[in-house]
């Protein structure tokens, strides 16, 4: 006979964050505030050339022009931009030729994270750009890509040793005038990945960058850029954590893709920042830009997400198709939590003939947050026979959240054909029992069901992320239900 | 001997309204038991409140299942010690492969038993025998659990369940129902070929048919939430001749 006979509550389940933990390493801080002098002194941290200073400080003025956007029904007290800090490094500064020279605590924290960097390199061969704080401190497999002509590594090691891919592809999908949060980056990059693949070649590893927030109250201003040549392919993947925090976090990072004639990026993400406590205290704010843009002919950009984390998501990913013949899909699974603000979605710009996109969307609300997918399908009168196909579907856990679809679509011409398709739902108690009636306990039979519901994304994930993006749904979702 | 499954004096009312009015059944271990009843006499409700679903309102009585008191656990915990409902309407679960969810089902009733998960392999040879025996095609396991599947093939589906999981005690909830001749044999041959000492049944079933098949040791005519006449399968033929007129008065 068991002795569990008493029946279980929510608390067995709640455990605290789980990554909620922080490492003492010593930051080198850029003093708080923002001014000219502090983008000069992140140019100067990093020792970059003058066009790309003038660069930044071109973007702070234009900053310094804007407005914080409000247009999205996410909610937060005013940011104070002047009471944060704009660059903080690990102290350790050599270069490091190997990971046995990485800082002990660095690598500790990855175990904990459950990123073991060599066993990645011998096991999983993914090639791991770590992002700690803002300074890359490991990159494996560089040998093996560049076998293959395949640039992967840091922003600012990019700026050093291929300024005239930097210059040339730099801001030209996300100009720094392009929004608020955008243009802040552009001024105060700390660093990021850089990505270029050579005409003809499949890049032989998926990609992958692990963020993560550390330093107490600095913001995080990532920025990535990738670039396929012509007829090349390549598959990046990122995934996020970050230890627990009281006050509010600004992450605002910008992402460009570049596809030339038939190039294809596919670019996946897991997201799990701290998304605040059952309260509503605490969590990061996450204003960020991504867009890839289909620049040639025939050309491809498909972008997958799986957010779970963050107090309030912003965030649309976007694919500009240029090129004839090009096609951009968006698959995104979206969960909110407590008092989590979602307020996310893509935009698909038609402007080749014969282009296409797909849209699929999955909302999953529960506690008292609010999930809304934003989505712009514009077709323009030169994109003749374009079409895009929409789903959006949203699954609510409980009585106090919200889920909401806003569709915006323009469609210029009279050759294209637009779909758009809406479903929102509750769980099933039947579901529910049913899945318990066979042996399930109820967390065990939500996870199923939203797994499920969740499937024609999941499977777009590449596999060692898919089995990541599980886990993390079923943590997300741990005492949720009403 | 141990006692299996005790039910005594049980009433159960749903909005108000009393369902099952002081029900008392004994249920030892190996026997089968069928209930037989009109529409509306409370047999549904019967098997959902054994299995623990939500929303029906235990007034009086107890149900002791292996000395235990059945209503302090939750459904999970009553199906892992050896509760199995055949539903009769088995919900769609969309985008969870029907193969994965019996490993899930089966991993969770032996992680509960303190047994390790079935290696693939093994757990492959089992269900792939078991669907063979009940005529499911093996690219049924891959669909999404009973998703776009007919009325029968469900039922067979939940006859899959059960002999995957091999219950203590198998409640078959109108299982016969939607099922065509043919099918019909083969998931009653099927369901009767699991018979042992170790494991009961209670069979809910409008009609005698599925009773020719699974021979019960005792069948109950269940009227108005209550049991008002028990015997041996001569009952089950009376019934079947004429009605349940007879019993209605009592």
Same mark, same amino acid.
Not at chain 1, 78 to 84: L, T
Not at chain 2, 174 to 179: A, I, N, R, V, W
């Given at each position: 006979m068991s002795d569990s006979q008493e029946k279980l509550t929510e608390k067995d389940f709640k455990d605290p964050y789980e990554y909620g933990f922080e490492t003492e390493i010593d930051s080198d801080f850029a003093p708080k505030g923002l001014n000219e002098e502090i983008v000069k002194f992140i140019s100067n941290k990093k020792n970059e050339p003058k066009w790309l200073l003038d660069w930044r400080l071109a973007a702070y003025k234009k900053w310094l022009t804007m407005a914080e956007p409000n247009w999205s029904s996410v909610r937060y007290p005013?940011?104070? *931009?002047?009471?944060? *800090?704009y660059y903080a490094a690990p102290k350790k500064t050599e270069k490091i030729e190997s990971l046995d020279d990485v800082d002990p605590k660095l690598l500790e924290t990855y175990n904990k994270l459950g990123i073991p960097l060599k066993e990645q390199e011998w096991l999983a061969g993914v090639a791991v750009d770590a992002v700690f704080d803002s300074v890359s401190v490991g990159t494996t497999f560089k040998e093996r890509l560049k076998e293959d002509g395949v640039i992967f590594c840091s922003f600012s090691e990019a700026v050093n040793e291929y300024p005239d891919l930097v210059k040339k592809y730099l801001g030209t999908v996300i100009p720094t005038t392009d929004n608020y949060f955008a243009t802040l980056n552009s001024a105060v990059f700390s660093d990021g990945s850089f990505v270029y693949i050579p005409p003809g070649v499949k890049c032989p590893m998926e990609l992958s960058t692990y963020f993560r927030i550390n330093a107490a109250g600095t913001g995080q201003f990532e920025r990535t850029l990738v670039i396929a040549d012509k007829d090349s392919y390549v598959s990046y993947l990122e995934g996020c954590t970050a230890p627990m925090r009281d006050e509010h976090q600004l992450h605002a990072a910008v992402v460009e893709l570049v596809a030339l004639e038939g190039a294809e990026i596919k670019y996946s993400t897991v997201q799990n920042w701290y998304p605040g406590d059952e309260e509503g205290k605490g969590g990061v704010y996450n204003f960020v830009t991504k867009r890839g843009d289909c620049r040639g002919d025939n050309s491809k950009i498909s972008w997958t997400q799986v957010e779970t984390g963050s107090a309030i998501t912003w965030k649309y990913p976007s694919c500009i198709l240029k090129g004839n013949n090009s096609s951009g899909e968006f698959y995104s699974i979206a969960v909110s939590n407590n008092y989590q603000q979602v307020d996310s979605g893509t935009k698909m710009i038609h402007l080749g003939k014969n282009t296409s996109s797909r849209i699929i969307s999955k909302g999953i609300s529960t506690g008292n947050s609010s999930n809304a997918y934003r989505g712009l399908v514009s077709i323009h009168s030169k994109a003749k026979n374009s079409r895009n196909f929409t789903q959006c579907d949203s699954l609510l856990l409980t009585d106090n959240c919200s889920a909401s679809t806003i569709p915006y679509i323009q469609s210029k011409n009279i050759d294209s054909i637009v779909e758009h398709e809406a479903t929102s739902s509750k769980i099933s108690e039947e579901q529910l029992f049913y899945c318990q009636q066979r042996g399930l306990d109820e967390e065990e039979a939500v996870s199923l069901i939203v797994n499920g519901f969740c499937k024609d994304v999941l499977q777009k994930l590449p596999m060692e992320f898919a089995v990541e993006a599980q886990k993390l749904l079923s943590v997300s979702l741990e005492g949720s239900v009403g | 001997m141990k006692e299996f499954l005790n039910i005594k004096n049980l009433s159960v009312s749903v909005d108000e309204k009393s369902i099952i009015n002081n029900l008392n059944l004994k249920i030892n271990k190996g026997e089968i038991h069928a209930i037989m009843g009109p529409n509306g006499s409370g047999k549904s409700t019967l098997s959902n409140v054994l299995a623990g679903k939500n929303g029906y309102n235990i007034t009086s009585g107890d149900i002791l299942f292996c000395e235990e #008191?059945?209503? +302090? =656990?939750s459904p999970d915990e009553r199906a892992n010690k050896g509760i199995f409902l055949a539903f009769q309407y088995p919900v769609e679960i969309p985008g969870v492969t029907n193969i994965n969810f019996i490993k899930t089902a089966l991993e969770s009733n032996r992680e509960f038993q303190g047994l390790d998960p079935l290696k693939p392999g093994d757990f492959l040879k089992l269900i792939k025998e078991k669907a063979e025996l009940l005529g499911i095609p093996e690219d049924r396991l891959k669909?999404?659990? #009973?998703? !776009? =599947?007919?009325g029968g093939e469900k039922k067979r589906n939940e006859a899959l369940q059960l002999m995957m999981l091999n219950p203590s005690l198998a409640i078959l909830d109108?299982? +016969?129902? !939607?099922?065509d001749v043919d099918a019909f044999k083969v998931v009653a041959d099927a369901i009767n070929s699991t018979r042992s000492k170790d494991n009961s049944m209670l069979i809910i079933t409008h009609y005698q048919r599925l009773l020719e098949r699974i021979q019960p040791d005792i069948v109950h005519v269940f009227v108005n939430g209550s049991i008002t006449e028990s015997g041996g399968p001569e009952l089950a033929n009376e019934i079947e001749k004429n009605g349940y007129e007879r019993f209605s008065n009592g």
């Open positions: 005013a940011i104070d *931009y002047q009471d944060s *800090y | #008191n059945l209503l +302090d =656990f669909r999404q659990l #009973n998703v !776009g =599947f007919s109108e299982t +016969d129902s !939607g099922l």
